[in-house]
């Protein structure tokens, strides 16, 4: 079994390393006719553009993307500049440089991996896929009996920020950045998912599907995982299918298929503020000239944000949508459980907290509110800030740094949560409600806490559970996002996710139950 | 300022001191010589087996203690000079109280087995104890076998410990069936089978004879007096605590197994209480032992002994038995008494139910006359609290307790549910015609 493992290992870091290295691979050579498809999509009215690039790229063949992008992004700038001064406003590009060269060099690739895509997906994905079951798989033998798995936590390297965690800290970090701001090296990535894209989508793959096919694809993985340390406990098996059944289902397949449909991409359950470009004008002009569908998912999206979501939230707390829907809860709740004890429980990083997410999410309806003005109005400014101006900054700052480099990139020295504890608006949003109405809670049963913190280490949202357990009172949160992992560690029984009724939900005590009956009466009628 | 003195910072000296300060503006300190901050006990386990760090064990964050205006000293109280009121530090510094605490604690049993101060040998209460296991057992090179030494709870704590290192382990238990002096026979016997299944070589009726030393003085191996000779790196001796009081020895404060205390917790001696592990009371209430080495008593009484001190005198006056346990993966709940075998009351009779499969089972303790419910054992199913103990206090029937079982389930949500098979058992056994009733809300949420 441990030799298994060990090769499991072994496949998994060859497909890493395999995949690790395309970005800087390939040869590229753009043809005068491709070019000109790419500028009749992407609507280049930039003569001074095209011809800049048919003098320095077309027929070249350039090895690897380090000549090919520089070059291209150059003529971009130049051509902007020029059209600046010329006062040719429409003719200027607004598009990043780098999409456009990633544009380009989708088109231009040649050689082994443009050949040989079904092989290159089983070099990277495939052996990756195989390697990481076969390394999570024998554990269903290895780990014995059902039960609590948490063994060698902080004896092991990775998972007590050792130097593997920082090294898969540095990775996932250089991964985002390069996802977000340098999308031309992913272009090789791309080819080998292209012909899933095309069974799906009828499109060639973009990096998006590349993020999007991986990130459902490293969730599945992971939720073996899942499956096979938390096999006695029903609540984890129940919440870790549902998380991976939206992630499928709802945030990969069904957008591929509204766009082969000619629908707008959506992800149905991706509910505003989360989705923070739900009202930006250009979702909302595409959404309003795509006919039925594009007004049913304007009206869905609302009501999803303002009834579903609130009413949900006070049946069954915020975790119906945390950790049993959303796609990042997903992904922390799989990729992330490894690294869950690494959340602070500081009361530092609670005020911390508080500040941050009710921040982002005063920001996210602010640039809402403006972009809703500026949309209806037609004007590009509201008391003189540039509408456009906030909402790049929200996606540049929070839209990629928050959710992306920070989210996931922090996760194996900070925790799986950080955005979801320190930036998510709709966790912000759902929290007010879990906080102030909602029949969710976790019950403290009685007197039987001993403190031992299992609790409160394993709290991904680094509430200090055991604070609360060991006074006899309920958590009532608006961080919990319910995962149940504290319910699970207790080694005494001591808590319960549950929906009851309000009255009662929230019990400060002094004593506890088990004492003088008088003693606790005196103690805790205060309230 | 009246000034309150703690020896000891465990669960006892600590509730006490976090009470005092509530309730008044007294100067507060806490002596310690094993940690600077308070620390669960309960979890050095968790510690060694790599489930958490030691600074995870303090509940509360270094600031708290100033914030509250909680002094903490750390050192060793050699001697109480009762007369004037102060305590002689191990360093020959006096301290002066108005009032004294004392919250020492346990120390583990050792009697007088040949070789039990080995190196090697040790028990498992302390922070000293963790430290000292990390060092004799990193691993199963260093340490080749482990023998373990009486059938407790910190036996089979410490088995488990071993385990997650792959550390072989034997366990010599003087009983028939492990811990068999708490737990009634069906249980028992299925945490023999639980013990067997995670590997451990459990030895019943088997006592320790020798601990036998290697020439460096460090333990090679014990013999047993079923004449066996057991080559080990490591014996772990769990045979129990008592009150840690040595120090008190000549202090003229009453002294039994433990610090005798009345219901106020007050020794003989006037502003002098104690409370937790180390105290004794004169007259214990109900079923409940004198010495009660049990985390939440210990908590409670620093409750309690808190409003006395601060002007409102109150007797320490537990309600209904509870406690637990994990037994490997197996939770233990209790609730009210079930009496083992050995020691049942002529009137209390058993209903016990196995899981056919699973680890699983309950048994229910009943008044044979009355059939008064008189308390409830369960491993692997979890109780409310708050449910069992109203009925303890209502004398409800053991058949009304069967009916309304499922209000009492605290499992996960979506955990399969044994209430059904449960009472078709009972009514099996003893012709009755009991429907479960469903779990009502209403019933879990009202005050009757």
Known sequence: MKTIKHIGLVLFLVGLGIFSLLPLTGSFTLSADNLATVAENQNIRSEVFVQELERKVVG??????????????????????QHRKDKEYNKIMYVSPHDMVANLAKVSGEGFLVNNKVLMWFLTFGLGIIGALLFILPDAILLGKKGIKNNGIYHSNSTSRGWIAWLVFVYLITFYLLLYFRPEYAVNWTYTVDPISQWLSGNPAGHWFVYGFMYTTVMTVMAARMYIKYRHNAYQMVRTT?????QIVFAFLIPEIMVRLQMPYYDFKNAFPL?????????LRSLLNSGGIGLFILVWGIVLTLIIVPVMVYFFGKRWYCSWVCGCGGLAETLGDPYRQHSSKSLFSWKV?????HGVLVFAVGMTLMTLYSFFTESGTVLGIRTQSVQNTYSLLIGAFFAGVIGTGFYPIFGNRVWCRFG?????????????????????????????????????QGIDVRAYAQKGENIIRSSCVGCGICSAVCPRGVLKLENGPLKGRINPTDVLLGNDVDLMELMNKKS | MEHIVIIGNGISGITAARHIRKLSDKKITVISNENAYFFSRTALMYVYMGHMKFEHTQPYENWFWKKNRIELLTAYVERVDTENKKLILQNLQEINFDKLIIATGSNPNKFGWPGQDLKGVQGLYSKQDLEMLEANA???????????????????????????????????VREDSFWNIVLPKGESQMINEHIREHHIDLQLNTNLETIVSDEHGRVKAVTTDKGETIACNVVGLTAGVSPNINFLKDSGISLGKGVKVNQYLETNIADIYAIGDCAEQHQPKGNRRPVEAVWYTGRMMGEALAQTICGRKTPYNPGHWFNSAKFLDIEYQTYGWVFPEAVKKEYEEHFHWRHPKEKICITIAFHKESRQFLGINTLGIRMRHEIVD????????????????????????FYSQYEKDIVAHYNNIFGTNINPKKKSWKRIFSKA
């Open chain 1, 60 to 81: 070249k063949t350039f090895n690897g993307l380090s000549t090919f992008s520089p070059t291209v992004i150059k003529a971009l700038e130049d051509a902007n500049t």
């Open chain 1, 242 to 246: 549902s998380v991976l059944f939206f």
């Open chain 1, 275 to 283: 989705d923070y470009d739900f009202f930006f004008q250009w979702n």
């Open chain 1, 353 to 357: 907290e508080r500040w941050l997410v």
């Open chain 1, 424 to 460: 998510c608006p709709l966790a912000a949003y759902l929290g007010f409600v879990q906080r102030f109405k909602s029949r969710f809670r976790i019950t403290t049963n009685g007197g039987q806490c001993i403190s031992c913190g299992n609790c409160s280490v394993y709290c991904e």
């Open chain 2, 138 to 172: 990193p691993n199963n090179e260093v340490c080749k076998r482990a023998v373990i030494v009486g059938g407790g709870l910190i036996g089979i704590e410490m088995a488990e410990m071993l385990r997650s290192r792959d550390i072989p382990v034997t366990f010599l």
């Open chain 2, 390 to 413: 109203r009925w303890l206090t209502q004398k409800r029937s053991v058949e009304s307790v069967l009916e309304y079982l499922k209000d009492a389930n605290f499992d996960p949500e």
